[in-house]
């Protein structure tokens, strides 16, 4: 493995692989809450109610002093980076986790590096470190030792201390390449059909037709007239989770086909409609904690996602609407809490019904994307600035780059989703169901003071109990032949497989023993289960990519572990080193490669706007660090007629548009970019 710096004497070398890991255990660690145990027995001496010599006080304190240690787990860090964390065992000073680990890596190390702290309700008080040199590890040996742990003097704390591990290094190019991604918490599913969406609409011939490989046309579906058909055509549910949801927008406005029964309502009409024909109507929206509407306080929040505003007109319907703010783990700090509470957002954007399948039976139908129903989402290829304002975008003007007020242009939005059928639609639904009893949870939890009758963990409906509806059982297999739609010989059949990103402060169904955690692959961290399957995704299609990397996205950074400055910025996802490095390999193997990254020339919001601003420079250390990588490579291969930009370039997308009135002859034109979601590979 090459080295990423010329100097012998800050050499490091590039960790890109897999690190198979465990931490075992530790010994002999110090007792970080001695003080605090020695302050409270201090303070019992002046417990005056009791015999001090007491045969129960003696127990009692015989019980304290035997309990009252340390709360230690491990953090293990790369360049900075922190890459895992075990739980945390309470009062223990010989701490065996047994915990294991599969570490996607793309770092420049020296070392590896493993934390041992003790836990603390405000927050972690360090131990020591101890470490694994890369040379070591880039081996590719089974390593399985004890390593000294060293505190903050550069000695032991205690004598003896030390961590035990077992840990095995396997590079990029030599893991195997298979069908999926494996060691997810949702397996490959087959016998699915996906159809695929460019924005809300796409009218009729207004794109270039695709040819496929058998030589039919590529047809492009109508996103959100085929999710009102849905709607309307649903017999028992309609499950909707999104970052936004309002309900005063209209879902068809150009229709290019006949309108069902109560399509032409706007979407909160139209769920009303639904749930008073008995349907089980059920919305999971975003709580942004800065909007308000209670105690005679209205605010409409930072974001402007309405959620107030459509939790109040379905109050007294029969629609079940109910909003979900971040909920951080109550394993975090304090402080933690408060950041993860306030500052994250949920950006999940499904719909979920029952549709028709063979016969008289049904089906779930999911559709999941970057697309919320909200206002400034409804747009066609077409992308107009000043047109249709008064018909089309009438009451669903949206940009928030310019003033209120602002009659135009404008802001276009370009985004892709798509519709799943086949069996990884129920796991849509499962990760709903687990969603909803964790949100609906905190919302009786207030219900519980006014002494009124929970009711809410009961709107779910139980599949197994209707028999016309396909779905799992414990007779019926997640991806039994009888939920497909499609079979394996049908060139339309689909492999599917859903990817997720979210911890078990956000849901309810995660196992909260590790052991059963790590078998349903999931990570656990510090007490906290997540599923960290779209990073996984993502860091294996790109290993995999032979040719080109096509990226759509509204924001792009990350790997602030390799950025020249402000590494420990918290942006440490892999998604530009990976890129990077793969890049760099096919530098090496002389072979033709490139990336192309869409993102808009600014994400959502003012350009001038401190939180856009910073976004922005976050970017720019992002796409520095990348073209610095690549650089590298062509001059350690003596390529000096080659650029960096032969193989990685940025777009943002943009069009311009005649400002109504405005004479032709002036050039009068009005450009407005796009904002992009969504990455292709």
Not at 175 to 195: A, M, Q, S, W
Not at 637 to 643: D, R, V
Request: glycine letters at 6%; a neutral charge.
């Amino acid at each position: 493995m090459e080295a990423a710096d010329d100097n012998p004497k800050t050499a490091t070398s590039i960790l890109h692989g897999d690190l198979d890991l465990r931490i075992i255990e530790a010994r002999r660690l110090p007792n970080m809450d001695l003080v605090s145990d020695r302050l409270r027995r201090c303070l019992t001496v002046f417990d005056s109610c009791r015999d001090p010599c007491s045969k129960e006080r003696k127990e009692q304190q015989h019980r304290r002093h035997k309990i009252i240690t340390s709360d230690p787990y491990v953090m293990v860090g790369v360049s900075g980076a922190r890459v895992a964390r075990t739980r945390v065992i309470s009062n223990n000073q010989n701490p065996i986790w047994n915990e294991h680990f599969k570490i996607p890596l793309a770092h420049p190390a020296e070392k590896i590096e493993f934390y041992v702290k003790d836990d603390d309700m405000f927050g972690a008080e360090f131990i020591g470190i101890a470490s694994v040199e890369v040379e070591k590890i880039l081996s590719g040996e089974t390593i399985k030792d004890w390593f000294p742990i060293i505190g903050l003097y550069g000695k032991p704390p205690k004598t003896g201390c030390a961590l035990h591990v077992e840990m095995k290094f396997t590079k990029c190019e030599q893991i195997d390449n298979k069908l999926g991604v494996e060691n997810c918490y949702f397996p490959v599913r087959h016998g699915g059909n996906v159809t695929l969406y460019q924005d809300a609409h796409v009218p009729d011939s207004s794109l270039p037709e695709i040819e496929l490989e058998n030589g039919n046309l590529f047809r492009h579906e109508k996103c959100w007239e085929d999710i009102c058909h849905a709607i309307v055509e649903a017999h028992h549910l309609v499950y909707i989770v999104g970052w936004s949801i309002y309900h005063k927008v209209r879902l068809v406005r150009e229709p290019s086909k006949p309108l069902p029964r109560g399509g032409d309502l706007n979407l909160g009409e139209l769920l009303k409609y639904k749930s008073q024909e008995g349907v089980r109507v059920l919305l999971l929206v975003w709580d942004d904690k800065t909007s308000h509407n209670k105690f005679f306080i209205r605010t409409t929040g930072v974001m402007q996602t309405h959620d107030e505003e459509t939790r109040k007109f379905f109050k007294h319907s029969s629609v079940n609407c109910v909003l979900s703010p971040r909920y951080p783990s109550s394993k975090l700090s304090i402080f933690k809490q408060q950041v993860v509470g306030t500052l994250y957002t949920h950006h999940q954007k499904c719909v979920i019904v029952d549709a028709q399948a063979s016969g008289n039976n049904r089906k779930i139908t999911a559709f999941i994307g970057g697309l919320d129903l909200c206002d400034g989402r409804y747009d066609t290829p077409e992308h107009r600035l000043f047109q249709d304002l008064d018909t089309v975008f009438q009451d669903d003007y949206h940009n928030p780059t310019f003033p209120a007020g602002t009659m135009g242009p404008r802001q276009p939005w370009h985004d892709l989703h798509c519709k799943i059928e086949g069996p990884a639609a129920y796991d849509v639904l499962t990760n709903f169901e687990q969603r909803w009893r964790k949100a609906s949870k905190w919302s009786e939890f207030g219900r519980s003071f006014k002494r009124s009758t929970p009711w809410r963990d009961d709107s779910l409906i139980k599949l197994e109990r209707i028999s016309w509806i396909h779905g799992p059982s414990p007779s019926v297999p997640s991806d039994d032949p009888k939920l497909w739609v499609s079979n394996e010989d049908d060139p339309e059949n689909w492999h599917v497989q859903v990817f997720r990103s979210i911890d078990s402060g956000s849901l309810k169904g995660f196992p909260k023993d590790v052991y059963r955690a790590e078998k349903q692959n999931l990570v656990c961290a510090k007490n906290m289960v997540i599923d960290k399957s779209i990073q996984t995704a993502y860091v294996q299609a790109i290993r995999l990519a032979q040719h080109f990397i096509y990226i759509e996205n509204q924001y792009f950074l990350g790997s602030s572990f390799a950025w020249s400055e402000y590494k420990n910025a918290g942006a440490e996802n892999l998604i530009p080193m990976e890129l990077a490095l793969k890049i760099a390999s096919k530098i090496r193997a002389k072979e033709r490669f490139a990336v192309y990254v869409v993102i808009p020339m600014w994400p959502e919001g003012a350009p001038t706007s401190a939180s856009v601003q910073e976004i922005l420079f976050w970017q720019g250390q992002t796409m520095q660090m990348m073209y610095e990588v690549i650089a590298k490579e062509l001059k350690s291969m003596n390529l000096e007629n080659s650029h960096p930009q032969d193989y990685l370039n940025f777009y943002c997308l943009g069009n311009r548009e005649q400002v109504p009135g405005s004479d032709k002859s002036c050039d009068q034109t009005v450009t407005v970019l796009n904002g992009t979601y969504f990455p292709i590979i």
